[in-house]
């Protein structure tokens, strides 16, 4: 099961996120997401489990525990938005 964890502080690094979910059971993997532009954290990442009951026990666990200074969010993640093949949107300048 692949979980969404959100609301992390941004020093998190993978390794953080991987130790917040040993506890609960074997982490396949535990990735935090960068901006391309900077390298730094956008607070938000996802981890994956060998075992649906662990995720599970996890995501119950850990939704709204502080982290930091703030409250994460652990919950089901979400496939993937379907996105078309016409590229980025067209830039106008200027009039019609």
């Not at 938000?44 to 060998?50: I, K, L, N, P, Y």
């Not at 200074?69 to 089901?76: F, G, K, L, Y």
């Amino acid at each position: 099961m692949k979980l969404y964890v959100g609301n992390l502080p941004p020093t998190f690094t993978d390794k953080d996120l991987e130790d917040l979910f040993i506890p609960f059971g074997a982490v396949k993997s535990a990735k935090m997401i960068l901006d391309h532009a900077t390298g730094k954290s956008k607070g938000f990442g996802f981890v994956e489990m060998e075992d649906q009951a662990d995720a599970a026990k996890a995501m119950k666990e850990l939704d709204k525990k502080v982290v930091g200074r703030s409250a994460i969010i652990v919950n089901e993640a979400r496939p993937p938005k379907k996105r078309d093949n016409m590229g980025p949107p067209k830039r106008r300048f200027g009039g019609r």
